[in-house]
């Protein structure tokens, strides 16, 4: 891959994974939600909706079963899903708070960019403190391709007045890592487990273990 040395104007943000911690409670919500049907979504299939909007996801669990009609499935899934963030706020990610106040003071342009329907990452946005840092946002029932296309990054670039070539984007999952780099931004992966997988390694100009390396690492490029 061709090293990316422009310098930046912005920052982009996934939400699910990369700037909360709620992959697990989706997990979660998945098992719930097939105790209650008695339908079970493969591990598989739970990983791959990582970083996937609602439209990818419908369609791969039908694929997972296709003889199974999944709309009751799908309904218990969202409703324990908002049960659990409800109940309690998702955790923030390790630095997520100090790289977001840090790059508000340096008067760095931030939008987000998420999987999640809008509704749903402004309640997110709000419930974890995180919701003033954004001068723009974008989710994935706005956009017409989801990640792994690169719509998403391009059109939050947009909205911020910046070109996406001289963002960075910070993702945590496979899909959007891709999305960010097919875009052209500076892609950052911060990904939820060690050791990273190859595939999407290759889409990475920068791997971080956490966002508390993410400081450093911007520090010099604006």
């Not at 909205?159 to 899909?175: N, Y």
Request: aromatic share 8%.
């Amino acid at each position: 891959m061709e090293k990316f040395t422009h310098k930046l104007e912005s920052v982009i943000f996934d939400m699910d994974g990369t700037l909360i911690d709620t992959e697990r409670i989706g997990a979660a919500s998945w098992d719930h939600a097939g105790e209650e049907t008695g339908l079970f979504v493969s591990e598989e299939v739970k990983r791959r909706m990582v970083g996937r909007n609602m439209q990818d996801i419908t369609a791969m669990v039908q694929a997972d079963l296709p003889e199974q009609d999944v709309t009751l499935l799908l309904e218990r899934a969202n409703f324990h899903y908002h049960r659990l963030v409800t109940e309690k706020p998702p955790p923030i990610k390790p630095g997520a708070r100090a790289l977001l106040e840090w790059l508000l003071g340096q008067g760095v342009p931030m939008a987000l960019a998420t999987s999640s329907r809008i509704a749903q990452a402004h309640d997110k946005l709000a419930r974890t403190g995180l919701d003033h840092f954004f001068t723009f946002m974008i989710a994935g029932d706005q956009i017409d391709r989801g990640k792994p296309e690169p719509e998403i990054f391009e059109r939050a670039a947009e909205g911020l007045g910046c070109e996406i070539t001289r963002s960075a984007v910070f993702e945590d999952s496979a899909p959007g890592i891709e999305a960010a780099q097919r875009a052209g931004a500076y892609a950052v992966l911060v990904p939820e487990f060690f050791p990273v997988d190859p595939g999407m390694a290759m889409f990475a100009d920068e791997i971080l273990k956490d966002l508390t390396e993410a400081q450093a690492l911007l520090a010099s490029r604006f």
